[in-house]
């Protein structure tokens, strides 16, 4: 795991990875790829743990997960500091998941003045670790907002990987995502890895190239190679309850998904 941080942290020795699937764009496919990604993982056998840290919960449902015990999901944690660790469902694609609730949503309302709220997710992530010996990379679904939770998976994070889709509008929300991840490396006195990847690339479309162009010019070698087509398969498979390799494994959105793990792994990203 690479990391150029300046101060000690209390629990420096771990050796897996905290990745933030962020962007503060609703719909570029961070629940997409949250989904597909830890799924591919868990394929590789490295028994990934997703959290879905939004009030719309769709990582969830996309899990296939309609119904948990009401107190177990995401907001028990902020809102009773449940622990972690109990809460984790064994999903059936082998991703360990704690869920998130709509009541989520009020976390921003009821926290946002605690002092140390924000450190509370790297804290939480932290002791579960420890209460379940996690060895594998932990996903976390971030919500389109920069409010707490979203604070909360940065500081937990140690690399922040980036879905952009290929459009005018996403693109030009990547501007405002560096400032805002610019300013918060100057705050906690460390850099976060970096990796951006093309979602709902449509080759037909001309824009979708410019997009291409303006992103390898912005991040150089932190863009992907791997970019992921726009795709029925990847649109359909939450219907089911599914990821895109157990409801579709020889669609385009299957192959991109299963490049970019590989990508991802193959250049140290997480592991
Ligand atoms: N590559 C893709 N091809 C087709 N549909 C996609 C793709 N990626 C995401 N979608 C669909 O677009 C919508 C938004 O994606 P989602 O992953 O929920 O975005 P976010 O989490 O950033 O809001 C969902 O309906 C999803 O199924
Ligand atoms: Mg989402």
Redesign the pocket.
Known sequence: MRRRCNAPRPDANRTLSVIAVF?Q???????????NVSVAVAKRGLAPVAIDL?P?A?LTLAFGIRAFAKGDSCYSFFAEGKPLAGMLRQTPQGVRLLPGSPDLSKVDALHASDAGISGKLRQGIAAMIEETQQRGPVFI?CC?MLGVLTLNALIAADSVLI?V?ADYLSLQGVHRLDSALNVLEQRLKRKFVRRVVI???DARRRLAAGVQEELVRRYGSNLCNTR?????A?????MYGKDVFSQSPASP?AR?YRALTEELLSTGFFG
């Open positions: 962007n764009k609703g719909g570029v496919g961070k629940t997409t790829t949250t989904l939004d719309q769709h679904d389109p879905p889709s979602t709902r690339y992921i087509v726009e795709n029925v990847l649109a359909e498979s939450p959105g991109d």
